[in-house]
């Protein structure tokens, strides 16, 4: 499967903004998908997660009640919402496919990477 991310840029903090990450090839509705993220001089580190199904998610605590993540499996598209930005949000953000279809917490469990795309938060 192919993964292609957008919706990045540049916001002040507090500010939201909506990532995508659209899918070709494979078969998008099995796979768990993820949201990671990497900021310079750190490892990257998964933000959320949501199963086939979309009926489980994951959240890494620092973005609980902040970023939601959903998918479209029609539209092969994967989103996160991301809300009351903070500047340690900043990061290049990837989306990536996991073919065990759970809302995997493992880096390792994930196949499939996008290209990632800039969020960069203002103080």
């Known amino acids: 499967v192919q993964l292609q991310a957008s919706g990045g840029g540049l916001v002040q903090a507090g500010g939201s903004l909506r990532l995508s990450c659209a899918a070709s090839?494979?078969?998008?509705?099995?796979?768990?998908m993820g949201w990671f993220r990497q900021a310079p001089g750190k490892e990257r580190e998964l933000v959320a997660s949501i199963s086939w199904s979309g009926g489980s998610t994951y959240y890494a605590d620092s973005v609980k009640g902040r970023f939601t993540i959903s998918r479209d499996n029609a539209k092969k598209t994967v989103f996160l919402q991301m809300n009351s930005l903070k500047p340690e949000d900043t990061a290049v953000y990837y989306c990536?496919?996991?073919?065990?279809?759970?809302?995997?917490?493992?880096?390792?469990?994930?196949?499939?990477w996008g290209q990632g795309t800039q969020v960069t938060v203002s103080s």
């Open positions: 090839g494979g078969t998008f509705s099995t796979y768990g």
């Open positions: 990536s496919a996991s073919p065990s279809g759970w809302a995997a917490t493992y880096l390792p469990d994930y196949d499939y």
